[in-house]
């Protein structure tokens, strides 16, 4: 089984910063695409950014040039740094992972979510 872990949310006044954190761990052979996704109250899950094992990242076009995602393959993290948050980012942030558990086998998985409220 895997699990896929958030942390690094909270509470940031405007103009803030905070970096998330998806730790992935379990049976895994390889990890593919590791995307953030986030659902404000009232709203539909939306993408924010994603990123292949090797190549560039995509982002939401309400956070390009604020936020950036990064990984690192060798400890399976993803991260997303947020840079000059907004009360609008203000949501629940997942992690999703595509984890190979074999060679051939794979499955899409969630992270449990962290809350990031962006308040003064």
């Known amino acids: 089984q895997v699990q896929l872990v958030e942390s690094g949310g909270g509470l940031v006044q405007p103009g803030g910063s905070l970096r998330l954190a998806c730790e992935a761990s379990g049976s895994i052979y390889s990890i593919g695409v590791m995307a953030w996704y986030r659902q404000a109250p009232g709203k539909e899950r939306e993408l924010v950014a994603s990123?292949?094992?090797?190549?560039?990242?995509n982002y939401a076009e309400s956070v390009k040039g604020r936020f950036t995602i990064s990984r690192d393959n060798a400890k399976n993290m993803g991260y997303l740094q947020m840079n000059s948050l907004q009360p609008e980012d203000t949501a629940v942030y997942y992690c999703k992972a595509r984890v190979w558990s074999t060679r051939y086998n794979f499955r899409d998985f969630w992270g449990q979510g962290t809350q990031v409220t962006v308040s003064s």
């Open positions: 990123m292949p094992t090797a190549g560039s990242a």
